[in-house]
């Protein structure tokens, strides 16, 4: 069984070093997402400096303002039309390896 496509979306503002711990967790899921986005919601302490280079897959969207919280949240998603599902993750979250495919059972389960 084909496992279903995953963007994961990460919320920054000011998140300092937490950023790349999350980033770090994310990529040592079982199952891997499709996806990474951050959305930087005006950060001006550093919290991006790195990303790029640590972690290239991660796609990063500067919308030039703090949107607040949910209208981040739903700019990522409205760029990820091309996954099945999506996972909001807070940058102070640093998930298990198997969180995201245990998501997805949960979510497949009848």
């Known amino acids: 069984?084909?496992?279903?496509?995953?963007?994961?979306?990460?919320?920054n503002y000011r998140s300092g070093p937490l950023l790349a711990r999350a980033l770090a967790a994310v990529a040592r899921?079982?199952?891997p997402p499709a996806r990474v986005l951050v959305?930087?919601?005006?950060?001006?302490?550093?919290?991006l400096d790195g990303i790029?280079?640590?972690?290239?897959?991660v796609e990063i969207l500067s919308p030039g303002a703090n949107l607040g919280f949910a209208a981040a949240n739903n700019l990522a998603v409205a760029s990820a039309v091309d996954v099945d599902w999506v996972?909001?993750?807070?940058p102070d979250a640093f998930p298990e390896p198997?969180?995201?495919a245990r998501?997805?059972?949960l979510a497949a389960a009848p």
């Open 39 to 47: 959305v930087d919601n005006g950060s001006e302490d550093g919290s």
């Open 29 to 31: 899921q079982s199952h």
């Open 103 to 105: 998501c997805l059972d």
């Open 87 to 90: 996972a909001l993750l807070n």
């Open 52 to 57: 790029a280079g640590d972690f290239p897959g």
């Open 98 to 100: 198997e969180w995201l």
């Open 1 to 11: 069984m084909t496992r279903p496509r995953v963007a994961v979306v990460i919320v």
